[in-house]
């Protein structure tokens, strides 16, 4: 068997020869042991924690970059075609392929944005608000790992994974605002959106030196969690979604024409389809196949199957019927509030967190929304800006460094960041008031960003679109298209 053994680690490592780190020094078969158990355990190898350990795995780590690549694909898979079809499926038929191109004109501009400066600004050195722009262009971003993220997974994987984060964000916006949003209005308000509210939150809550960062920053100045977006994707998105439906004003016919959805069997292909990809989502921000990804899988399952059944057995108690859309919306709001939490809480936790999910959501969209009387048509506010805010705030009630060792005082190795800053002091006690300040926040930089952006875009081009346009649907008149030939 240790003769086996050996031919594996040989088997393993060869391949990678070239890339030695220190090409001078020969390691020893210990140091060749202890990279492999390095890999195994996503813990640095000899050449990455210290200059003098030569070591044989110059590059990135097959099964991690392998498992990232998918996680990468399931996130985009979750807007396209899981949000177009989940926000098609709940306008009206009129409206359903105005839905589809804002998401892919959304992952275009996205994209071309994160190549230009987006990926920069959020993952480079820089200030605690905001990144440099050393990966411009994605210059240097290539198969190499970047170890201030993970020691394992290529950079240029990396980099995809964190886009498809980035073009999933302001895509949830647009359910506030469908059906009534000029096409070009949503392309510029977008752009502007990205660089000054995505990216610096995204860099002061994930960025290596971010401001927000508690998990992998030691000098962060507010020692907050974000496992895998609850600040930086739902309550960006959520709050800027409330700001612009507001600037926006009613559908027309908002509160005296029936504006049911035009296809739930559309609706609940796209919240199952978003469920599965947020394994990627949230399992993904591990960064690796490993036991945080485990736990952040379990703990995702539990939450959004809880909530699911809890927002519609809250319709069966009040109303005497539970919905599909009940059942839709209840997924969706799991998913979105365990997302900062699923890789820091246990299964309890993430009940507890589930039974939340399916109750303050579900009033926040069919009390809230009718006593202030916003028509968030879709209902981003309240399930991503209340989800999100909830998650984030529970978060620091229940994360336990039982099932993350990132926030434990005696993680092996290296200083740990959660030590030098003191988030591994409060986890279990006080971390609910940090949770609290980044909260905060995310609140201000979304809503008076957004504010700004659509003050500003409504006094030039314009948000609205016409009158007429609106009675006849935005497929024919924006899009040239029908969803639906009937004749």
Known sequence: MRVIFLIGIIAFVSPLHAQTASPSVSPSLEQRIADLEAYVNNSGRGADTSSSMASNIGGPGPGHNAWMMTCAALVLFMTLPGLALFYGGLVRAKNVLSVLAQCLGIAGLVTILWWAAGYSLVFSHGSPFMGGLKFAFLHGVDARPNTDYSYWVSQNVFAMYQLMFAIITPALIIGAVAERMKFAAVLVFVGAWMFAVYFPIAHMVWGIDGWINGVWNPAAKITAVDFAGGTVVHMTSGWSALV??????????????????????????????????????????????DGIAANAFMTTTLATAVASFTWAMLEYALRGKPSVLGFCSGAVAGLVVITPACGYVAP???????????????????????????DDALDTFGIHAVGGTLGAFLTGVFATAAVNPNLSVTLPGSPNPATQNGLARIVGHTLWIEQLKAIVITILLAVIGSAIIGAIVRGTIGLRIAPEVERQGLDINQHGEEGYITS
């Open 244 to 289: 612009l439906c507001i600037l926006l004003g009613h559908r027309l016919g908002f509160r005296r024409e029936i504006m049911a959805p035009h296809s739930m069997v559309l609706c609940m292909v796209g919240t199952g389809l978003l469920w599965v990809g947020w394994y990627g989502f949230n399992a993904g921000s591990a960064l690796a196949a």
């Open 348 to 374: 309890t936790g993430a009940v507890i967190i589930g039974v939340a999910a399916g109750i303050v959501p579900f009033f926040a969209c069919t009390k809230l929304k009718s006593w202030l009387g916003y």
